[in-house]
């Protein structure tokens, strides 16, 4: 069976301090994989996807940036945090694009002071 | 106005209620997705539809395509059923995920 792992579950960094937030998956190959960022008070926002290996896209213009270094790894990454990036992070999965399901990871609550 | 809004925002009920919680969108979609995120954050997936009606032990989900209208009931509502459920549907170039805010249920006993 399929899981999906993230981690940290939490996170407290201070404002300008680097960020890295991992996330695996694994029972599939050749996944789909997205980053969602859920602020406080607000909807879940797609961040960035990714149909392969070294193919980002971005949905959002932000101080984040993601990178697929293997078919089931998904970073997201930031050089300086900004207080706006305070948020709960969350890796998901699917087998297409489209229509498919997509499979939630347990997500990286992020507090930025 | 966003794409996709949920009624309520918030919903109190008592154990063994029928409730309701309704998603309206306004892009056109090939899926709609009922998500339930728990108080720890994990989201799980409840249904994924297109059209009609799906039944999932007390959950029933429903979307009227036309209408672009879709809700989410749950019979004989328990505390456990305490959550956020999010609406989300397949829009954008890529048919990616726009959410709704969510609705937060409160089932007291």
């Known amino acids: 069976s399929q899981t999906i792992h993230q981690w940290p579950a939490t996170l407290v960094q201070p404002v300008g301090s680097p960020l890295s937030l991992e996330c695996t998956v694994e029972g599939t190959s050749n996944p789909n994989l997205y980053w969602y960022r859920q602020a406080a008070g607000r909807g879940l926002q797609l961040l960035f996807y990714?149909?392969?290996?070294?193919?980002i896209s971005s949905e959002v213009p932000q101080n984040l940036s993601a990178s697929r270094p293997q078919d089931r790894q998904f970073i997201l990454s930031s050089k300086k945090l900004l207080l706006s990036d305070s948020g709960f992070y969350l890796c998901?999965?699917?087998?297409?694009?489209?229509?498919?399901?997509?499979?939630f990871g347990p997500g990286t609550r992020l507090t930025v002071l | 106005k966003n794409e996709v809004e949920q009624s309520p925002q918030n919903l109190t009920a008592q154990e063994g209620e029928f409730i309701t919680i309704n998603c309206s969108y306004s892009v056109g979609i090939s899926a709609l997705h009922w998500l339930q995120q728990h108080p720890g954050g994990g989201i799980v997936s409840l249904f994924m539809?297109?059209?009609g009606k799906k039944k999932h032990g007390r959950l029933i989900a429903t979307i009227n395509i036309q209408e672009k209208h879709s809700s989410l009931h749950i019979t004989a509502s328990h505390p456990r059923d305490s959550a956020v459920y999010i609406c989300a549907v397949y829009g954008g170039s890529q048919g990616n995920l726009i959410f709704g805010k969510g609705t937060k249920l409160s089932v007291k006993p």
């Open positions: 539809l297109s059209s």
């Open positions: 990714s149909v392969g290996i070294g193919q």
């Open positions: 998901a999965w699917s087998k297409g694009a489209g229509t498919d399901t997509q499979y």
